[in-house]
Antibody, heavy 114, light 113 residues
Framework: EVQLVESGGGLVQPGRSLKLSCLASGFTFSNYGMNWIRQAPGKGLEWVASISSSSSYIYYADTVKGRFTISRDNAKNTLYLQMTSLRSEDTALYYC???????WGQGVMVTVSS | DIVMTQAPLSVSVTPGESASISCRSSKSLLHSNGITYVYWYLQKPGKSPQLLIYRMSNLASGVPDRFSGSGSETDFTLKISRVEAEDVGIYYCGQLLENPTWTFGGGTKLELK
């Protein structure tokens, strides 16, 4: 069974940093591209970032480019999202999802507030 | 960026009846490889989104065949036949033409009468 379990969320002040993790199981992690998708409270889905299976290709939404860094460790079956210079508008539930978004984690909440 | 527009914002359906949700893209989603890169997701209350339809008309694994997807290059429809209580939630269309970047429609809320 494919499982994706996010962790690392929480309450953080504007301008600070936070790192999310997503532990994958039930499939060969190193064979799949991975994504981060977020959902602000009461809002729709917003794609954040994607990384290819070998980390050769990385893409970001314009709203996070230069502030967020997606990475992965295939030996640990783990996807990461390093978030810096956080803003209130980054407050959202962050999901990791296997490409092409066929499996999603349960999400982890990030709240940016003073 | 490709904009995805869904309609209606919400739909109320009698159990056992059918429902249709529309999605329009600002650009053709038909790739030169012949694949139309539109996807449909259902987010049940308090849950993560789940894949229903991929590449416009292909049913995802484990999804009841009451769900079907169709469309053209820019106009797409998700049809749910014989709506059941478990179908309640918010439906999103998404596009993957410029792989791997995604954009999504604003969502359509399905409720039961």
């Amino acid at each position: 069974e494919v499982q994706l379990v996010e962790s690392g969320g929480g309450l953080v002040q504007p301008g600070r940093s936070l790192k999310l993790s997503c532990l994958a199981s039930g499939f060969t992690f190193s064979n799949y591209g991975m994504n981060w998708i977020r959902q602000a409270p009461g809002k729709g889905l917003e794609w954040v970032a994607s990384i290819s299976s070998s980390s050769s290709y990385i893409y970001y939404a314009d709203t996070v480019k230069g502030r967020f860094t997606i990475s992965r460790d295939n030996a640990k079956n783990t996807l990461y999202l390093q978030m810096t210079s956080l803003r209130s508008e980054d407050t959202a539930l962050y999901y990791c999802a296997r490409h092409p978004l066929d499996y999603w984690g349960q999400g982890v909440m990030v709240t940016v507030s003073s | 960026d490709i904009v995805m527009t869904q309609a209606p914002l919400s739909v109320s359906v009698t159990p056992g009846e059918s429902a249709s949700i529309s999605c329009r893209s600002s650009k053709s989603l038909l790739h030169s490889n012949g694949i139309t890169y539109v996807y449909w997701y259902l987010q049940k209350p308090g849950k993560s989104p789940q894949l229903l339809i991929y590449r416009m008309s292909n049913l995802a694994s484990g999804v009841p065949d009451r769900f079907s997807g169709s469309g053209s290059e820019t106009d797409f429809t998700l049809k749910i036949s014989r709506v059941e209580a478990e179908d309640v939630g918010i439906y999103y269309c998404g596009q993957l033409l410029e792989n791997p970047t995604w954009t999504f429609g604003g969502g359509t809320k399905l409720e039961l009468k």
